[in-house]
C-alpha cells in the first residue's frame, strides 16, 4: 500500500493534467459534428496506454465510434483482468447553466468541474493511472486488457458486434468497470445490480399543416393536448406504471434481501434539499432508495411541439413530439417492453390524430453475484483502501452492454465505481472529487492483487 501512494503522490498533478488533455476533446457521440473529436480521443488513449506500458494498442473502426483494444500479456498461466471505459460523453447543453466551460476543466472546493469528469474519463483514466503505476513500480500481477468505446452515451449500438468478432481477443478471466457510484466519499459501495433500459420516441399527427387556433382551436385535436393527456395517463396515482403487460416479468425481491438494502446509509431529507425538492414522490409502497435501485420506472425526457421561441404565435401544430424512457429490472426484456410500450401507447390514441412510435436504443438489466472470486477481490480492495468494508447496492442507472458481455463473451463484471450520487453526470457542473479520483487510483492495483491471489 505504501508503494502505491508513493507512487500517487509522486505523480498526481501530472495525473491531471494528462486528464484534463483529454476532458479538451469534446467527444460527443451523439452529434456528427464531433466526429473528428472522437477519433482524437481515441488517439489520445491509444498513446496513453502505450506510453504507460502496454505491449499493443490499436483503434479499431466500427459501423459507429472506433473502439480502442490495448493489452499487456505477462504470463499464460496468470488471470487476465479486461477494463471497460467509454470516452465518450453527453452533450452540454444548456450551455448557460455551467459555472465554467464544460470543456476547460477546473478544480473548485476540490472536485474537478467539466464534462466527462466522472462519466466516464475522470473513472476510466484512474485505470490507466493505475495501469501505470503497477507497470512502473513493477507490480503488476497478471494480464490486463483495455477496451474502451466511444458509444456508451448513446446506447453502444456496435459494441455487441464488437464483442461478437473479437471473442478470441477479449478473452479473459473478468471485466472491471468503473462507471458508477458510491454511496459517499467514506463509504464504499459495490454496484450489484443496474436497471434495464428502453428509450421511446413519439410522434403525435394531427392536422397537415400548422393551423390558426382562433379559427380551428375548439374544432381540431390539438396534437399536444393529446399527447400530454396520453403520457398523464402512462401512469396511475400511485404512480404505478399502466402500460399492459409492464410488469410481467418483474421479478419481486423478498423482503429479507430489502431488509439488507435498507442498511445502506441514506437521509432522505438531505436527499430532499441536494436537489432542492419539497417531498419524494414514486410508486407506493416503496423508499426512494427501493424505486431506483429494483423498481421499474417511466420518465419523459423530452417533450416539444408547436412554437416556443419568444413572444406569441397563436398556433395550433401539426405535430408533437416526446422521448420517453423506461427503466427495467433484471428479468424484463427490453425488446418486449419496446412492443408493449408501442402497442399501447398506440391504444390510448384519441380520434383525430396519428401516432408513431419508435424506439431509439435499451438494454438489459444486469445483477451480479457476491459470492464470486471478483466481488471478494473487489470487498477486500475496498476495505485495504478504505479501512471499511464496501456495501453491496443496486444503482438505479443503466449500462446495457454489461449483459451483452455475459451473453457474448461469457464474462461476468465488476462495478467498482467511485463517483458520488452529488458529481451531477448528465448535468450542467458534472464534478468528480479529487479525493475518489485518486482513491480510484489507489484501490485498482489492490483488486488486481487480491484477485490474481484468489484466482491461482
Not at 137 to 144: A, F, I, M, Q
Not at 420 to 442: Q, R, T, V
Amino acid at each position: 500500500m505504501e508503494l502505491i501512494k508513493k507512487y500517487i503522490e509522486e505523480n498526481k498533478e501530472r495525473f491531471l493534467n494528462e486528464l484534463f488533455d483529454l476532458i479538451r476533446i469534446p467527444s460527443i457521440s451523439a452529434r456528427p459534428e464531433n466526429k473528428e473529436d472522437m477519433f482524437k480521443a481515441t488517439e489520445y488513449i491509444k498513446k496513453c496506454l502505450l506510453d504507460a506500458g502496454a505491449d499493443h494498442a490499436e483503434v479499431i473502426e466500427t459501423k459507429g465510434h472506433p473502439v480502442i483494444y490495448v493489452e499487456k500479456l505477462i504470463d499464460p498461466s496468470a488471470p487476465t483482468i479486461l477494463i471497460y471505459g467509454h470516452y465518450d460523453v453527453q452533450p452540454v447543453e444548456p450551455l448557460d447553466e455551467w459555472d465554467s466551460d464544460p470543456f476547460m476543466p477546473e478544480i473548485r472546493d476540490g472536485k474537478i468541474f467539466a464534462r466527462g469528469a466522472d462519466d466516464d474519463k475522470g473513472q476510466m483514466f484512474m485505470h490507466f493511472k493505475a495501469f501505470e503505476l503497477m507497470i512502473q513500480t513493477g507490480t503488476l500481477p497478471c494480464n490486463v486488457k483495455f477496451m474502451i468505446e466511444g458509444e456508451e452515451e448513446i446506447g453502444s449500438p456496435s459494441l455487441k458486434k464488437f464483442c461478437i468478432d473479437n471473442k478470441k481477443k477479449l478473452a479473459s478471466d473478468v471485466i472491471l468497470i468503473s462507471d458508477t457510484t458510491m454511496i459517499a466519499p467514506d463509504i464504499p459501495s459495490i454496484t450489484v445490480g443496474l436497471r434495464g433500459l428502453s428509450y421511446m420516441e413519439v410522434e403525435v399527427t394531427g392536422p397537415n399543416r400548422d393551423l390558426h387556433s382562433g379559427l380551428y382551436g375548439g374544432a381540431v385535436m390539438n396534437p399536444i393536448n393529446a399527447l400530454t393527456k396520453m403520457i398523464a395517463s402512462l401512469t396511475d396515482e400511485n404512480n404505478y406504471i399502466t402500460v399492459n403487460g409492464f410488469y410481467d416479468d418483474v421479478l419481486e425481491v423478498s423482503d429479507g434481501e430489502r431488509k439488507e438494502m435498507a442498511k445502506a446509509p441514506f437521509n432522505l431529507e438531505e436527499y430532499k434539499r441536494s436537489i432542492d425538492i419539497d417531498n419524494e414522490v414514486g410508486e407506493k409502497g416503496y423508499s426512494t432508495t427501493e424505486r431506483t435501485g429494483i423498481r421499474p420506472s417511466l420518465d419523459v425526457n423530452g417533450i416539444w411541439g408547436g412554437y416556443i421561441g419568444e413572444g406569441a404565435k397563436t398556433v395550433l401544430p401539426s405535430k408533437a413530439y416526446a422521448k420517453i424512457s423506461m427503466r427495467l429490472v433484471p428479468n424484463q426484456n427490453s425488446k418486449k417492453i419496446d412492443k408493449l410500450f408501442e402497442d399501447h401507447f398506440k391504444s390510448i390514441a384519441p380520434d383525430g390524430v396519428r401516432v408513431e412510435v419508435k424506439s431509439l436504443h435499451g438494454g438489459e438489466g444486469y445483477v451480479s453475484p457476491i459470492d464470486t472470486i471478483a466481488y471478494q477481490a473487489a470487498n477486500r480492495a475496498c476495505e485495504e483502501s478504505f479501512g471499511k468494508k464496501p456495501i453491496p447496492v443496486r444503482s438505479g442507472g443503466s449500462i446495457p452492454i454489461v449483459s451483452d458481455f455475459e451473453d457474448v463473451l461469457g464474462i461476468k463484471s465488476i462495478l467498482l465505481g467511485f463517483g458520488l450520487d452529488s458529481d451531477a453526470i448528465h448535468s450542467p457542473n458534472e464534478n468528480f472529487p479529487l479525493f475518489n479520483f485518486y482513491k480510484g487510483i489507489e484501490t485498482i492495483p489492490l483488486f488486481y492483487k487480491y484477485f490474481t491471489e484468489m484466482s491461482r
